[in-house]
């Protein structure tokens, strides 16, 4: 049997999961994203050109590996195409390298304008990325989505308008003709790429096939385990990638997750760690902490370990990846929060249920003296500074997940690999 991995974002999105699944597809047969839409966003670069991909796998820049959109993700069509366009003139995209689950649901213009609308009129925004990301997983659990197998009929596609109309809006596509007139023919154009993804990703592990599941954003946005109403709407953790891709969850062989070396959030919702202060401020600016979809800036914060170890046991984390450890070098402290102490509760040891507990809940840190700059970009953990090593074993212990990897700028080989850990490459 192949490999059977998942990647999954281990904080609330933004972990740089992008570079490594676009490393780790070098070893993959198959690529496949299991959730979300095009409110993640990945930057990758290819012979020095950026590019910013929201719904495509990041293992889009491998010719020859295929890439699959699962049946848990929502899929905007007028802005998949335009993605499909940017790739191509790069790589050739056809239906035999590229393929849209049936099963995945599709966001109509109105679905957008719900979300901006929900934003607009809510007494607590979420802070989302206005995609209409929520309402479409929405009308899945309303029983009144659209799925990419309508593509092929132009009937279904008219009868999102129906859709819309149970919504309340019957009059939206009447007063945005030309959107919809763009909707219809993006479906139109995506049809060819549709396919039941699931039962070709059974058939190619059956077939010894190594396979990777993209997760995107992280698994404190998750919406069941993560900071609830302050959370994407779909499964982001390794659970999901089982559920919604029909995958038996013997079959997977390892579980990856990303974090940085400190912590950020984009939109509302506690954060313990979070820095209000010259130091927040130097890691964005460092960081260059700005949403690749939204553009907005993240907030930032040391790492929280407490969030980081619950991540590690909901997910069964095999190994983790430690991020940009490079954008803290040269720093004269570096910190992880390893307790929280709360006004009612004392001191916390585990990540609270209850995000109103979360939001007042102040971190207890153990403090770490710096590593020097520059920092070795690449090798093994022998090139890390002794004081950057007692970091990583700090989290790997505090955790109890191995750190297999440290990423030390945005360049594929700008990493230093634990190269006593055998089973992170294949
Ligand atoms: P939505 O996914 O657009 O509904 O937004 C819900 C929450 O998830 C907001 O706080 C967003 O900022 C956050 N979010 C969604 N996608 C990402 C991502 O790719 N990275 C980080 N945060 C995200």
């Not at 990041?58 to 993605?83: Q, T």
């Not at 990638?241 to 509302?268: E, F």
């Not at 170890?309 to 004269?332: H, S, T």
């Amino acid at each position: 049997m192949g490999q059977v991995r998942i990647v999954i974002g281990a904080q609330w999105g933004d972990e740089g999961k992008g570079k490594w699944i676009d490393t780790l597809a070098a070893d993959a047969d198959l690529v496949v994203r299991y959730q979300g839409g095009n409110n993640a966003g990945h930057t990758l670069y290819h012979n020095q050109q950026k590019l910013v991909l929201h719904h495509l796998p990041s293992g889009m820049l491998h010719e020859n590996r295929k890439c699959y959109l699962g049946g848990g993700m929502v899929i905007n069509p007028i802005k998949l195409l335009e993605e499909i366009d940017t790739v191509r003139k790069i790589l050739p995209v056809d239906p035999s390298r590229l393929k849209i689950s049936a099963r995945a649901h599709i966001i109509t213009p109105w679905h957008i304008a719900c979300d901006e609308r929900f934003e607009a009129d809510a007494a607590h925004p979420i802070g989302t990325t206005k995609r209409g990301i929520g309402p479409t997983y929405a009308a899945k659990a309303l029983r009144n989505g659209m799925r990419a197998s309508a593509f092929a009929n132009r009937d279904e596609v008219l009868a999102a308008y129906r859709y819309t109309a149970f919504q309340g809006s019957d009059d939206h596509h009447k007063r945005h003709p030309e959107v919809w007139q763009k909707f219809e023919e993006a479906c139109a154009a995506l049809a060819p790429f549709v396919d039941d993804v699931e039962q070709l990703v059974r058939n190619d592990i059956r077939g010894g096939a190594n396979v990777l599941f993209e997760g995107a954003q992280g698994a404190l946005l998750d919406i069941d385990h993560g900071t609830y109403p302050f959370v994407t709407s779909s499964s982001t953790s390794a659970a999901g990638a089982c559920q919604s891709l029909g995958i038996n969850p013997r079959l997977i062989t390892q579980v990856v997750g990303i974090s940085k070396a400190y912590t950020t959030r984009v939109g509302g919702g506690p954060f313990p760690t979070e820095l209000s202060d010259a130091t927040g401020k130097l890691i964005a600016e460092r960081g260059n902490e700005f949403g690749a979809t939204t553009g907005r800036p993240r907030r930032c914060g040391w790492l929280d370990g407490v969030a980081l170890r619950y991540v590690a046991e909901l997910n069964g984390l095999d190994a983790l990846i430690l991020n940009k450890m490079d954008i803290l070098a040269g720093f004269p402290e570096v910190k992880l929060a390893t307790a929280y102490l709360h006004p009612k509760f004392g001191r916390i040891q585990h990540f609270p249920a209850d995000t109103a507990v979360l939001a007042e809940c102040v971190p207890e840190y153990e403090s770490f003296p710096g590593w020097p700059e520059p920092m070795a970009v690449s090798g093994d953990f022998k090139a890390l500074h002794p004081r950057a090593r007692e970091f990583v074993a700090a989290v790997e212990q505090f955790c109890g997940v191995r750190i297999v990897c440290v990423g030390t700028g945005p360049k594929r080989e700008e990493a230093i690999y634990d190269r006593t850990y055998g089973a992170f490459r294949v």
